[in-house]
């Protein structure tokens, strides 16, 4: 092994510009299929958190992350819940402060997660052959924001969580710049881009 090559450094160019994609791979269309707007945990670390963590520190972590929802998990790695955005600054906290008489700052993610017996998921065989459309029809149907896909370990046949589909994510692949806020107005802004 050589010496390293010490690299000569510049200033920035006033007016300097900076490069957008020019791969089709991010910008997809309403009959785009449908694997190209799920976060494949195959190939994106899923972002998770534990349930007995404290709501603000979940909060955080989501910040943090860039993402608005984590798969909470159990000690041994099983996926015992869901928290979403919707969850951390909706009703569910203030519903805990008043029939608990916890604070604020004692909530955690287990007082308002979705429990793992009441998360609805979708079969990646399904995914498969679906298209975006198809996405964001479900997701509006079930008044969610967000997804869950799985398949199976093919050596245990243990149910997996292989991706997740957020309506963000899809607003932002189909160019519609949005702040999420609500599940309804989220659809409403992809409705107007389909439309136009």
Not at 22 to 39: G, K, L
Not at 60 to 77: A, D, F, P, W, Y
Not at 81 to 107: F, N, R, W, Y
């Amino acid at each position: 092994m050589g010496s390293p090559n010490i690299l000569k450094v510049s200033s920035l160019d006033k007016g300097a510009g900076f490069h957008l994609p020019t791969s089709q791979a991010d910008i997809v269309t309403p009959d785009s299929p449908a694997i190209e707007v799920m976060t494949d945990l195959k190939q994106i670390v899923a972002a998770t958190v534990g349930s007995d963590v404290l709501l603000s520190h979940a909060n955080h972590l989501m910040i943090s992350r860039g993402v608005r929802s984590l798969l909470v998990t159990g000690s041994k790695g099983d996926v015992v819940g869901l928290l979403t955005a919707t969850d951390v600054l909706g009703e569910k906290p203030m519903q805990c402060v008043q029939k608990q008489g916890l604070t604020h700052s004692e909530i955690t993610v287990k007082d308002v997660m979705t429990p793992q017996n009441d998360i609805e998921v979708l079969t990646l065989k399904q995914v498969a052959q679906a298209k975006v459309v198809d996405i964001i029809e479900t997701l509006k149907v079930h008044n969610r924001n967000h997804a869950l896909v799985v398949d199976a370990d093919p050596l245990t046949e243990r149910q997996m969580v292989r991706g997740i589909f957020s309506a963000s994510q899809i607003a932002r692949q189909l160019g519609v710049a949005t702040q999420i806020h609500s599940v309804a107005k989220t659809f409403a802004q992809i409705e107007a881009v389909l439309a136009s």
